[in-house]
């Protein structure tokens, strides 16, 4: 794992702003055998670790205050002739279907990175939920659509991203209907294209600090999907206002981005969503819009905690924060700007993802 000091040592070598932007976090990991697009992917696991105790440590969320720790499972999945790599934890053993949550770490980060930043994996395993860290290709991912030198198939991340939810529904009784996507910063930017592209897959994702690509790298949602934006007011790596033309970078091109609004507009727009409506927050700003088939926002369903997040587009731009995780108790590399203690944003998604299920 590369600490936030790796990051910042890293981020020292190159004029601020475009180090900066080369530096988005990410993670994952996955176990089994199976088939899927992009060739014959295999997977097997190859390590595991247990928590000390109940609802501590790696994978430490629980069902239940009695229940045993959630393992963690390190795995690998052969996809498009490459061996792809993945972080699972599993939430107490049922034989019920788990909700599944892929969650993508940024660039110049991996799996652990993000759990460490995160805690994703003990608020969702305690909520019975399977999460799955996959690690990208040199510590990133094709979030654009456009060729690179270092990314020469541009649809390899998404056929991973296919191939290793259809193993986990094989492997893992992961339910179907129920598998959502995150990430943070490069990640969120992949989560959203998996949103945009293969909204079948998903029951909903939420990117933490990621756009959509945009330019001769853009991404367009093609069907309804609830999806969440969290976004830095004071974002100094990649700015609210969107990067259509950024910086070049030496190790690899910097995709150009749309705004956090436009982002959340373009998936709005795709699914049929009506006009937003605005409210201040305590900390942050929300904007929601409401996709063709939700409940009236007045009805009974809507109004219970469970359909909270159900059949819409969310943005929340979050006050005196930057290109950071909302309510993470881990210090961001020097230069990211500070970290919001007004929002949980773990806590926020999978409560947004949890009620927005199909």
Sequence with gaps: MRSSRDLASRARRWPAALALALLLPLAGCA???????GGDPSATGTGSATATGPGTGPGGGTATGTAAPAPEVRGQLRADDRTRRYLLHRPAATDDPKPLLIAFHGRGADAAELREKSRLERAATARGMLVAFPEGLDHGWGAGTRATKQRPDPGQDVR???????????TEHADPERVYATGFSNGGSMALRVAAERPDLLAGAVSVSGQLPAGNAAVKPTGPLPVMVVYGADDPVRPLAGWPSPPPDPEEPILPSLSARDTAAAFAA????GKPVAREEKGYDRTVWRLKDAAPEDSTAAATGAAAG?????????HDAGHTWPGS???PPDGFGPVSKALDATGTLLDFLTGSGR
Excluded: N, W
């Design 329 to 331: 108790t881990v210090p």
């Design 310 to 318: 159900a059949a819409t587009v969310q943005l929340l731009v979050v």
């Design 270 to 273: 795709a699914g049929g969503a």
């Design 31 to 37: 176990t089994g055998a199976d088939s899927g697009p």
């Design 160 to 170: 991973f991203t296919e191939a290793l939810i259809k193993h986990l529904v094989r």
